[in-house]
């Protein structure tokens, strides 16, 4: 999904608008996995499956990065389309 709405964004002309709709739902799916992977850490660190909550941890700042760079992207696409 990420993929299609970053290339309909690279493609699209000043006249074109981006669906806002979809951006908003990658974002909120990203924003999602970001929660999860941080409930998973903390689940882990209390078990105390060391290995396991420094994976999630570092997966949790993955979808946070990601999450950040799509909205730069979102900005500019955004940006584009103004005169």
Request: with cysteine; glycine share 4%; proline share 1%.
């Amino acid at each position: 999904m990420v993929q299609q709405v970053a290339a309909s964004a690279q493609e699209a002309s000043a006249a074109e608008r981006i669906d806002a709709a979809a951006f908003r739902e990658v974002d909120d799916r990203l924003c999602r996995l970001a929660e999860d992977s941080g409930e998973l850490a903390r689940a882990a660190q209390d078990e105390e499956f060391l290995d396991l909550g420094t994976q999630a941890e570092s997966l949790r700042l993955q979808f946070l990065s990601a999450r950040n760079k799509f909205r730069h992207l979102e900005r500019r696409a955004g940006s584009a389309g103004e005169p």
